[in-house]
Each structure stands twice: as structure tokens, then as C-alpha cells.
């Protein structure tokens, strides 16, 4: 077992929670400070608490084929179960894993999973506590959420990245006519403004995390955080925390965005893109793929060795390859 993750594994939760005080498928021009004050006097109540010894309960487990063209085979939870690649540890943090047993022959896949919510959502505020993300060559994973007949009910994309990144990338896919505006209102790099996205053609629009501790292994050096978004009738914005930064409301359960300040990605609700029409029915979803068209097409350059279909034999290659979770909740305002 690799240290860190013999580190991560071997804490409790009290160890992990710090400081409380601190590609894919994945509307009106306003600044920063009326970011907050369309916001302010919103209370905001929890509807939804994906969390602990029943967290799999609200989700169900894909086994389609990876439509990113990834080197895995989505299990069952029946499989997942048995293979301990999903499974709630003693002190209620959620492991959501790729297959870190089984050496492979060249052209199989490797065991991995993608869950989804059985509800959907049209909006709402929802706060991700991570404590680890997968990380290392060869791996995409992606915390994010999407509506029925892709792109046309779009994608939202909150955490996603591969191989060795430690930077975060937070992406929107949409059906025509989606172009992000006002990028200065958020304090992410606008990597593309054109949501429209295609078989072909699905970049998306997205805002580039910098810091070095929001993907991958700067991520999971310091046990993770929270990635909150807000979606309704203004746009859809992203926060993200630090373990060590994650504010006082959003530990009491009592989640108050216009306390934030800005945000890292804004995509306003505008004439250059109605977000109420292009974003509907959406489910959550967890999943890790291996290679496909984003990691396995960016190995090399990422400075992995070798090919990515090669790399994935070896077992031993993915033992950071986990999710561990605190909890994902959902809120909703309160008139």
C-alpha cells in the first residue's frame, strides 16, 4: 500500500476535518459584490444528505459502456460490493474506488465504478465534502451532474481533471447558443466561453482552478475540502475550500453563499446564455475512468511513462485511485 494512502485510510474523520474556520460529458451582466447581494437574507434548507452508512442508497450503479471512451468496466454494486470498490469504512467516510487487485492482460479493462443519483435535480446548493480524490496516471475522475439527451438538458462539471494536475477544471456542456460572459466576476482563468458542445466538439466552457491544491495529489495532501455550487435563477457559480478554510455556516449546516465572496466559476443566467433553459433534470454523479479521450489522449504530455493502455495493467498503479467522501448535501432556498 502506498503511504499516503495508508495515511489517509489509517485517520479519522476528527483528523481529517481540520480547522472548521477555514471533457467529457461530462443571463444580466452583474460584478462581484451584486454576486452577494442577490444572495443575501437567502436561507437555505437541506434537502438532501448523501452521507454515512446509507449513502448508496440514494444512488444507483452504472455498468454501460464509458461513453469517454475509458479502459474500464463500470460494475454493478453486487460487484462493486464484493470487490470492496464501494463501501462505507467504520467511521462513516464514503470509498468509492477503481480495482487495485487484479493485474490485467493486454486489451482488458480494469473494474471501476460510476454512480449516479436516483434523483434529479433543477437547481439548488449543493455542498461536496471530499477527503481524497483519485489521482495519479492513466486516471479521470469527475464529480459533476447532467440532464436526459446529452447536451441538450447539459452537463455541469465541478471536479474534473486527470493524470498528474493539481489544478481543477470546472466546465459546462450545452445545447446551442450557450457563450459564458462577465468571466471577470470569478477568480478562475476562463479557459473557453462557448458552453455548445457536441459529439466532436464538447470542450465546453470552463474556468482553470490555479494553487496547486484543488485536483489530484495537492488535493488529497491536505484532506481534501468542499466544492459547493449554487444553481438558480441568477446563473450557476462554484466555490471551493480548503480543508482548512471551509467556513463556519457551511460546517453548522446553515450554508450561506453570499458570505463567500466570489467565486472561482461564474456562468450567469444572461441573454448569452439562458442557463433556466439550457440546465434541467439533472442527476449527480461520481465515476472514474482510466485513459479515454482526455487522460489517455494527454498521457505522454502529462509526463507519464509509457501508453496509458499499458499502464493500466499493473494493479499496483492505482492505489490512489479513491474517492473518499464526508458527505454531498443539497439545499434549497427558503422564501
Not at 71 to 86: H, I, K, N, P
Not at 185 to 200: D, E, I, K, R, Y
Amino acid at each position: 500500500m502506498h503511504a499516503l494512502t495508508a495515511v489517509l485510510l489509517a485517520l479519522p474523520i476528527t483528523a481529517l476535518a481540520g480547522n472548521p474556520h477555514e471533457g467529457s460529458q461530462r443571463r444580466k451582466h452583474w460584478e462581484t459584490r451584486n454576486v452577494a447581494h442577490a444572495r443575501r437574507g437567502v436561507t437555505y434548507q437541506l434537502e438532501d444528505d448523501y452521507s454515512g452508512q446509507n449513502f448508496f442508497d440514494g444512488w444507483t450503479f452504472d455498468t454501460e459502456a464509458d461513453p469517454t471512451h475509458g479502459l474500464v468496466d463500470f460494475v454493478s454494486d453486487t460487484v462493486a460490493q464484493v470487490s470492496q470498490l464501494a463501501y462505507v469504512q467504520s467511521d462513516n467516510t464514503v470509498v468509492v474506488a477503481v480495482d487495485d487487485t487484479t493485474n490485467l492482460t493486454a486489451g482488458a479493462n480494469r473494474n471501476s465504478i460510476r454512480i449516479t443519483t436516483k434523483k434529479t435535480y433543477n437547481g439548488g446548493l449543493f455542498v461536496a465534502d471530499f477527503f481524497a480524490m483519485p489521482h495519479g496516471c492513466g486516471v479521470w475522475p469527475a464529480y459533476w451532474s447532467v440532464g436526459p439527451n446529452w447536451p441538450d438538458a447539459g452537463e455541469i462539471d465541478i471536479l474534473e481533471g486527470v493524470n498528474l494536475q493539481t489544478d481543477n477544471q470546472i466546465t459546462l456542456h450545452s445545447s446551442p447558443n450557450c457563450t459564458i460572459t462577465n468571466a471577470d466576476a470569478a477568480t478562475g482563468h476562463l479557459v473557453n466561453p462557448t458552453c455548445t458542445s457536441s459529439n466532436g466538439n464538447n470542450a465546453g466552457c470552463a474556468y482553470a482552478q490555479s494553487g496547486g491544491n484543488s485536483f489530484g495529489h495537492g488535493f488529497n495532501m491536505m484532506a481534501g475540502g468542499v466544492f459547493a455550487h449554487l444553481w438558480d435563477q441568477t446563473g450557476i457559480s462554484v466555490w471551493f475550500f480548503p480543508r482548512t478554510e471551509i467556513p463556519q455556516d457551511i460546517s453548522n449546516g446553515n450554508p450561506d453563499p453570499s458570505s463567500w465572496g466570489a467565486p472561482v466559476a461564474l456562468f450567469p443566467n444572461n441573454d448569452s446564455c439562458d442557463t433556466t433553459a439550457h440546465f434541467h433534470d439533472h442527476s449527480l454523479v461520481i465515476d472514474t475512468t482510466l485513459c479515454g479521450d482526455w487522460a489517455g489522449n494527454s498521457f505522454g504530455g502529462d509526463g507519464c511513462p509509457g501508453t496509458c493502455a499499458d499502464f493500466i495493467l499493473n494493479a499496483n498503479n492505482f492505489q490512489l485511485a479513491k474517492w473518499m467522501i464526508s458527505s454531498i448535501k443539497v439545499y434549497q432556498p427558503q422564501s
